[in-house]
Structure formats: C-alpha cells, structure tokens
C-alpha cells in the first residue's frame, strides 16, 4: 500500500471516522476526521483482531487523529504525542502508542522483546531490543514459511506459550526509514493460536560474519529472556515461571549471524536437525 508523503490538505468539517479493537485486556477506539487516513489505519492497527464498527462505552483508550494546518496530529486520551506530515509517520506513531499502552498493561501475558515466528506448530523466539535486525530475520523466515507471531514483541502465558502480537512488522529501507508490512507481503499469515515455544536463538548480527552459534543452558536462555522484557521484576515477579515454562521444552542457543538470507538458511537447517 502506498502512503502519502507529505500532507493531504482535508477539510477539518470531515465526520469522524472510527473502529474499536479489543485487544488483551484494553478496549481501543481509533478515530479520525482524515477520510484518507482511515483504510490504511484499518489495514495496519492490529489486523488480527476483529474491529467493532459502533463506540461502546467501555473503551479505555481512544488514539485520534486530525488533520490540522499542514500536518497530522496524533492524540492518545487527548493528549498530543506527535504532530506529523505524512502518512507512513501516522501509522508508526500510532503502533507506537498503542506499543507502549498495551504492553504495560499486560496481565496474563508478559513480553519479551523478540521476533517471535512458527514452524512446525512450534515458536522460534529471536530475543534482541531494537534495532537488533529481528524484523528484517523474521521477514526472511516468513518468506519460508514461517507464521508470524510478532516482529517486536513475543507475548508468553503462564504455560510458558507463545501468543500472536498482531502488528504489521516494522521494516527499514536504505536511509533507515521505518515502513508497515503485513504477512502477506511476503507470502505468510499471522498465527492465531498459542503455540509452545521451540527454539530460543539469541542471536547477535555482525556485518560480514559468518554463523556462529553454540547450545546455551536454559538457565541461561532464562536470563536472555529477562534481560529483554519490558516489565520491571518488582512489579511483575510471576513473569520468571512464565518464562520457566518457556524454556523448560525448548533448544537454547547463543551466538552471531551474518546476512539473513545465511542466517535464515542456518536457522532452518537447526531447527529440522534431530
């Protein structure tokens, strides 16, 4: 889908536009008075989850977004987070709020950073904050076909499963520009249900490096995943059994990666090896 860059000049007497997501634990309600901006807010704002067209009175969050002189401006509970040009920079502005409020009110799920994706009805989670090259890895093992769980965020029960985070993943061109893709760009499909979680590679990308990677402890693979959650340990100690579980039937490994078309050709080769 091709944005506008730079701003759509709109009359401000436009009617709102809006739908509202449920999505673990929040009630979303996103609007807009920009009739151009509203298909690509309900093609890329959590896809997965089914859209309610009438307002409840329930929502807890409500995301909006107007056109005002020459820019778009973006509010979440009507407070002002960014006012932006075009309309790419309204989608990444818009995952980004709703990152941070659906992820700290997490209950029965807590996050890792990782790119999360399944084979074999099973999760290879690849833990890493940004810029750690996750999506770019798992947009290569979805063109193999992987099922994508998330490219920012794996959501784990108290199972120790792996659960869909349903947004678009979040792809860098050559001057570092951040756009939205679905699955389907690349011939795959969000999974829907949860999955036990297979393989944990915590791999770290070196330019022109060859594959690198040794069999880590799960005690180990444990530490990983703490070290990239979100959630304080004070606040959400139930998280440490949740990852526990996790790890307890899944291969563990650490180590470096090259290119990802290598490093996803090596991914593959370990997760079929016996």
Same mark, same amino acid.
């Given at each position: ?10 009359? %401000? ?54 056109? *005002? ?32 409020? *659906? ?22 989670? *690849? ?28 959501? *784990? ?71 990239? %959650? ?45």
């Amino acid at each position: 889908m091709a944005f506008q860059e730079g701003f759509l000049a709109i009359s %401000t007497m436009q009617p709102t536009l809006e739908f509202e997501i449920q999505a673990y634990g929040c009630s979303i309600r996103i609007e807009t008075g920009c009739p151009e901006l509203y298909d690509a807010l309900d093609r890329y704002i959590l896809p997965l989850l089914p859209r309610n067209g009438a307002p409840s009175s329930t929502e807890n969050v409500v995301v909006r977004i107007d056109g *005002i002189a020459d820019s778009y401006r973006v509010t979440v509970d009507n407070i002002e987070t960014a006012s932006i040009c075009d309309q790419r920079e309204v989608i990444l502005s818009v995952l980004e709020a709703l990152d941070e409020t *659906i992820v700290y009110r997490l209950q029965t799920l807590k996050a890792v950073h990782a790119g999360a994706v399944v084979f074999a009805d099973r999760a290879i989670l *690849i833990p890493g904050r940004t810029h750690a090259g996750k999506s770019s890895m798992v947009a290569e093992l979805l063109r193999r076909g992987g099922k994508l769980l998330s490219d920012e965020y794996a959501l *784990i029960d108290g199972k120790g499963r792996a659960h869909s985070y349903p947004r678009p993943l979040l792809l860098r061109d050559s001057h570092l520009r951040q756009s939205p893709a679905l699955p389907s760009d690349f011939g795959s499909e969000f999974a829907s249900e949860p999955v036990r979680v297979g393989w944990i590679l915590a791999l770290e990308y070196r330019p022109g490096s060859n594959w690198e990677v040794r069999s880590v402890p799960q005690s180990e693979a444990l530490m990983i995943l703490l070290k990239n %959650t979100p959630h304080s340990m004070a606040g959400s100690p139930e998280m440490v059994d949740s990852f526990l579980h996790a790890v307890a039937g899944a291969q563990c490994f650490g180590g470096y990666r090259g290119d990802v078309e290598q490093g996803a050709d090596q991914i593959l080769q370990l997760i079929s090896a016996p």
